[in-house]
């Protein structure tokens, strides 16, 4: 007895063994595999001691069967493909049923363990080489990966930390987000239309390195260092999270699988890109809000590969961080609601196949998919949903001061902050007081002189003639109101409630407030607001000079105040709210704003508030206040009216930029932004991409599209042209990643607000893993074994089948056997040519050094903007 050796010959197809191991005839490099057990020796019994028809001679006393040797064919063993031939071993060795040939006798002989038998001593066998062999090539790939993670990593930091100190000047966008840290230092009170997450990070940074808030960066090019502020802290926070989503972007397309020239290309176009360095060297927030997002697809593709073992701990934790992730990045802006729609699709496709009664994993039932569902719900929308509410409470706990935030607040919520000026200033109204009224949003007066509306505007509608009423920026004594009662009864120190219903007198020019079914000067549907005497006012006009008090969110007989009491002021007779608009009137106008009475008396927009009581004298007892205690409001409450100015406001963003620009024009970098400029050192900072890698993201967008296209149709046409494992790879995959690109781009052109280069950030990224996926979906291509194929038409022709392997099949084995020059040539030229278009944008992206008027022209491509190109 001897021990038997199977042998696989690399390139030719000698292959022989006799029973005692020795060679019949090789050719090649052999890799063999000696099994312990002792094999019997085959006698040819009946037919089978003829020779069967193709059968080699060589092999005419193998154990293997002639009818299984003819499935043999040459493999190379080598740790690339050491898993493929594994598999291949064991599928020649151990056929699933019996030969055609007849039966082989067999001597008894004995084994270790009862019931044990050559055939599964043998499987056992390759179960151990296998499981060595795959740890062995994991590791061997994920060293290479980890090396290259490092090294750009490493690379990541250098590029963003280098020369973060210049310039020592405030630039852009640090007015706003630099004095918001501030704000929060100094616990006051400020309104901005973002979420609070990354601006509570900054203020942070800034309670770490000691700072007190003191400066509030006012203008473009203010000096940081004589004024003492630690910018160069502030700004490490942007450079730490844009160097860490170079990181991100690797690791997204390790734990998808794709190859190292693959990660790299995706994360080296990120590494070098202009516009990500230029926006997380600075206080800005879009490098907080796009590394959430990156963290967001990473988590989610570390939950979806542990989907075969649902509801363990780590399925868990990837949930609740995919969650977390995704709540940072609606933290920061609202456009991170688009992470959600992303993840929110993948998810629907997901729950989609589990509802499949043929899937490959077998059918679950409706209650174990209703786990899944709330699994899901509670980890990636309530969760999420519990984070961005606890951002919002600490920003309220911490700005519990009065400050410049105050006015876009009711006046319920100005009293829940300590110092407000409305604690201070507020006095109640009595009628015949004079008051000046002014609007909540756009800040103007009640205002009104001697001249008149035309006769006819310029469409040729008619005027009633009358005195004008219009909206004044600035405060004067045509200001002034006297508010009367309707039985004017002379009685004095009586309060002003809401509900009452008033007349309002002009007390420089003597007349009487009127609102009448007359179109205003710009809106044909809104009614005119005039003057008339005080003789009409208490005769035949005596009705449309009556005003109700309606105060916002007031109580039936809540007492009517100043500064406090925002109200709308809604004219009896025909129900309309006093409102004004932006929009001057014409040089009759003298260009101040329009009064009128808007039909829609719902919007805030119709809101006012008494800003002053010019006849109080200093005798009166309404000066003398008692010491007020700060009052409380629920979180909900606060929480829901926050959010309802921020939406309001964000919306109204509409007025044009000089650096403003749309969506078409993202992709290929048709424009940028100038953040700041220098002018005796003709040094600028311009806001723009790397021509080259937003060009080739773009480009391979559009090929992307398209390969899938021709797919569809040639299936279509009954041509199968992609294998089924490519084509998985292509559409869950590589598709995932353009998903999350279409997501973040095109619901940009919905919007009516400002929009800016940076807003196109998010999908960039998401471009260049596309690109890098791509790239690899071209220059390489996946081994399929028979199993798999003949798996894919069974689950095709809807029947049920055993699911294949439940591991994460590396890069490393899915590209084994076959040359990567390719691709390693495409990723070297690729970061090759980036890097060269980085280096050329590069004054521009860092700010020094400064170009002359021929360097500044070279660099004024497409639709740049730059200065001192003359």
């Not at 005195?467 to 006297?482: A, I």
Request: overall charge positive; charged content about 20%.
């Amino acid at each position: 007895m001897g021990h038997r050796r199977v042998s696989f010959i690399s390139s030719t197809p000698a292959l022989a063994t006799d029973a005692r191991g020795s060679k019949a005839g090789t050719s090649g490099h052999a890799c063999s595999l000696t099994i312990a057990h002792q094999l019997p020796r085959a006698a040819p019994v009946g037919p089978a001691a003829k020779e069967p028809r193709g059968q080699r001679p060589e092999a005419a006393h193998s154990a293997i069967p002639a009818w299984q040797y003819r499935r043999l064919h040459p493999v190379t063993l080598f740790p690339l493909s050491a898993v493929v031939s594994l598999d291949f071993l064991r599928r020649v060795i151990m056929p699933s049923s019996p030969p055609p040939q007849g039966g082989l006798r067999h001597r008894n002989v004995g084994f270790k363990k009862p019931g044990d038998s050559p055939r599964q001593a043998l499987e056992e066998e390759l179960d151990k080489l296998s499981k060595v062999t795959i740890r062995k090539t994991v590791a061997e790939g994920e060293r290479g990966h980890a090396v290259s993670l490092v090294l750009i990593t490493l690379l990541a930091f250098i590029t963003r930390f280098w020369g973060i100190s210049h310039p020592n000047e405030v630039v852009f966008d640090e007015v706003h987000f630099g004095k918001f840290a501030s704000y929060y230092l100094e616990r006051t009170y400020f309104f901005d239309v973002h979420p609070p997450f990354a601006k509570l990070l900054f203020a942070f940074m800034g309670w770490l390195v000691g700072y007190d808030g003191h400066f509030h960066f006012e203008n473009i090019g203010d000096s940081y260092i004589a004024n003492q502020v630690p910018y160069v802290a502030f700004r490490a926070l942007p450079a730490i999270l844009g160097a860490l989503t170079v990181s991100v972007t690797y690791l997204i397309m390790w734990e998808s699988g794709y190859s190292i020239p693959a990660c790299i290309i995706a994360a080296g176009l990120v590494l070098l890109d202009n516009a990500h360095i230029g926006q997380t060297r600075l206080i800005l927030l879009d490098a907080t809000l796009v590394f959430a997002m990156a963290c967001s697809l990473l988590c989610y593709i570390k939950f979806y590969k542990l989907r075969h073992q649902p509801f363990s701990r780590k399925w868990w934790k990837w949930l609740i961080l995919t969650g977390f992730a995704l709540s940072c990045d609606i933290s920061t802006k609202y456009v991170g609601l688009f992470a959600f729609v992303t993840i929110g699709s993948a998810v629907a496709i997901d729950l989609w196949d589990l509802l499949n009664i043929k899937r490959p994993g077998g059918a679950i039932s409706l209650v174990e998919f209703g786990k899944h569902f709330a699994a899901r719900a509670f980890g990636l929308i309530f969760l999420p949903f519990l984070f961005y509410l606890f951002w919002f409470q600490v920003h309220f706990a911490v700005l519990s001061r009065s400050g410049p935030g105050d006015d876009f607040m009711t006046p319920q919520f100005q009293e829940t902050l300590s110092d407000n000026v409305m604690l201070a200033q507020s006095i109640d109204i009595n009628y015949y007081d004079a008051i000046t009224i002014r609007h909540k949003e756009t800040k103007t007066y009640l205002h009104s002189h001697d001249d008149r509306y035309p006769l006819r505007y310029d469409d040729g509608r008619v005027s009633s003639q009358g005195q004008q009423v219009t909206g004044y920026p600035h405060n004067d004594t045509n200001n002034y109101w006297q508010i009367l009662p309707l039985d004017d009864n002379k009685e004095l120190d009586k309060r002003v409630k809401n509900h009452h219903l008033v007349r309002l007198r002009h007390m420089a020019t003597d007349k009487m407030l009127l609102s009448h079914d007359v179109a205003s000067p710009y809106y044909p549907t809104n009614q005119e607001f005039t003057c008339v005497s005080l003789e009409e006012a208490y005769g035949s006009r005596a009705n449309d000079t009556v005003f109700e008090i309606r105060i916002e969110h007031g109580k039936d007989n809540q007492d009517f105040k100043s500064v406090a009491s925002h109200f709308k002021l809604i004219h009896n007779p025909s129900k309309v709210a006093m409102w004004t608009h932006t929009k001057p009137l014409p040089e009759w106008g003298h260009r101040q704003q329009e009064i009128n009475g808007n039909k829609n008396i719902a919007p805030s927009s119709n809101v006012w508030f008494v800003e002053e009581v010019p006849s109080l004298t200093a005798e009166d007892k309404r000066r003398d206040k008692p010491e007020r205690e700060v009052k409380t409001m629920p979180f909900i409450s606060k929480w829901l009216e926050l959010q309802r100015a921020m939406f309001y406001h964000n919306n109204k963003l509409t007025s044009s930029h000089p650096y403003a620009s749309h969506p078409y024009q993202w992709p290929f970098l048709f424009r940028g932004v100038s953040f700041w400029t220098h002018g005796e050192t003709r040094q600028q900072i311009y806001f723009v991409g790397n021509l080259v890698g937003w060009w080739l993201a773009s480009g391979v967008l559009c090929v992307f599209a398209g390969i899938i296209l021709a797919d569809q149709v040639s299936l279509r046409r009954g041509v199968d042209s992609l294998d089924h494992r490519t084509r998985s790879r292509l559409y869950n995959s590589t598709g995932f990643f353009w998903l999350a690109w279409a997501t973040h781009y095109f619901p940009f052109f919905l919007m009516g607000r400002q929009l800016f280069l940076h807003h196109y950030l998010p999908a960039h990224l998401a471009s260049c893993l596309v690109t890098g996926a791509l790239v690899e979906f071209v220059f390489t291509s996946e081994h399929t074994e028979p199993e798999d194929r003949e798996r894919h038409r069974a689950v095709k022709g809807g029947k049920k089948t055993v699911e294949g392997p439940k591991r994460h099949i590396t890069a490393r084995e899915r590209l084994a056997g076959q040359s990567m020059a390719g691709i390693w040539i495409a990723s070297i030229v690729i970061v090759f040519v980036a890097t060269a278009s980085w280096y050329f944008f590069l004054p521009l992206t860092y700010g020094y050094p400064g170009l002359s008027i021929e360097q500044v022209l070279q660099r004024k491509w497409l639709g740049f903007d730059l200065h001192f190109a003359k």
